[in-house]
C-alpha cells in the first residue's frame, strides 16, 4: 500500500470533516450524513452480532454514537467500547457524551493496541477516499480490511458500512462509491465466510467478514456460534 496515499487521504479527510465541525458543530452533518438514518446504520451493523459482553473497536467513531445507539437500544447489555477516529475534536466530543467509553485520536493504520476485539466496525471511514485515484482506493481499501481483521480475534467479525456505486446520481464527486462485486473480491481474499447486506439502503451496503471460516467436514457447514 502506497503510503503516501494514506498520509493524503488523511491529511483531506482531517481538512473536509473540521470544516464541516466548524459549520455544524455536534451534528450528524459534520460526520458528512444527511437524512437522520444513523440509527438505522448501526442496527443493521449490529444485528447478526452478539455484543453482550463482547470487545469492540469503533473505528470512525465520531462523536461516539455507536456507543450511544448501544446504551439506549441494547441496555442491559454490555460492551468493552474503543473508539479512534482521526479528527480531535470529534474525540473531545466523543468523550464528553460518553466517559465510560475508551476514545483515541488516531486513524486504523497507526493505532497500536496489544488487545484483539470480537468485533472491529467502521461505518463510512472509505467515503472519503479518492475517486480519481481509484486503483490506489481499492489498494487502500484491501489494506484497512487487512488491519481492521489483523485486530479482530480468531472468531472475530470485520463489518464496514460503505457507500455503493449503484446510485441514480452521486451527491458529491468528492465521494468514494465503492462497487459492491470489488468489495466481496476482496472480502473472499481474506475469508469464505461472507456476507453482503444491501437490503435496507439502495445507495449504501453493509460488508460482515467472519474471521474464523472452519467448517464441519461432514456437513460443510460453517462452525456457527
Same mark, same amino acid.
Not at 38 to 67: E, K, N, T, Y
Not at 76 to 97: H, L, N, S
Not at 157 to 166: G, L, S
Not at 198 to 211: D, G, H, R, T, V
Given at each position: 500500500?502506497? &503510503?503516501?496515499?494514506?498520509?493524503? @487521504? ?5 481538512? =473536509? ?64 467500547? !474503543?473508539? +479512534? ?5 470529534? +474525540?473531545?466530543?466523543?468523550?464528553? &457524551?460518553?466517559? #465510560?467509553?475508551?476514545?483515541? @485520536? *488516531? ?19 472509505? !467515503?472519503?477516499?479518492?475517486? =480519481? ?8 481499501? #484491501? ?9 479482530? *480475534? ?9 457507500? *455503493?456505486?449503484?446510485?441514480?446520481? =452521486?451527491?458529491?464527486?468528492? #465521494? ?42 461432514? !456437513? !460443510?457447514?460453517?462452525? +456457527?456460534?
Amino acid at each position: 500500500m502506497n &503510503k503516501s496515499y494514506i498520509e493524503d @487521504n488523511r491529511e483531506k479527510s482531517v481538512s =473536509k470533516l473540521e470544516e464541516l465541525f466548524s459549520q455544524y458543530g455536534v451534528d450528524e452533518r459534520s460526520l458528512g450524513w444527511t437524512k437522520h438514518k444513523q440509527s438505522i446504520r448501526f442496527a443493521q451493523m449490529l444485528s447478526p452480532l452478539h455484543i453482550d459482553g463482547a470487545s469492540l473497536l469503533d473505528v470512525g467513531c465520531g462523536f461516539g454514537d455507536l456507543l450511544t445507539y448501544i446504551k439506549t437500544e441494547h441496555s442491559g447489555e454490555t460492551v468493552d467500547y !474503543t473508539g +479512534i477516529d482521526i479528527v480531535p475534536e470529534f +474525540i473531545d466530543v466523543a468523550k464528553q &457524551k460518553n466517559g #465510560d467509553g475508551s476514545f483515541l @485520536n *488516531t486513524d486504523l493504520f497507526k493505532f497500536e493496541s496489544y488487545k484483539r476485539y470480537k468485533y472491529v466496525v467502521a461505518c463510512g471511514c472509505l !467515503t472519503y477516499l479518492d475517486p =480519481k485515484r481509484e486503483e490506489e482506493s481499492y489498494e487502500f481499501v #484491501d489494506a484497512f480490511i487487512t488491519k481492521a481483521l489483523d485486530y479482530c *480475534t480468531d472468531d472475530g467479525v470485520a463489518v464496514f458500512h460503505f457507500m *455503493t456505486d449503484k446510485v441514480d446520481f =452521486k451527491s458529491s464527486e468528492e #465521494d468514494f462509491h465503492i462497487t459492491p462485486e470489488r468489495m466481496l473480491q476482496i472480502a473472499y481474499k481474506h475469508s469464505r465466510r461472507v456476507v453482503l447486506d444491501n437490503s435496507i439502503f439502495p445507495f449504501e451496503a453493509c460488508l460482515f467478514i467472519y474471521k474464523d471460516d472452519s467448517f464441519k467436514k461432514e !456437513t !460443510t457447514v460453517f462452525n +456457527i456460534d
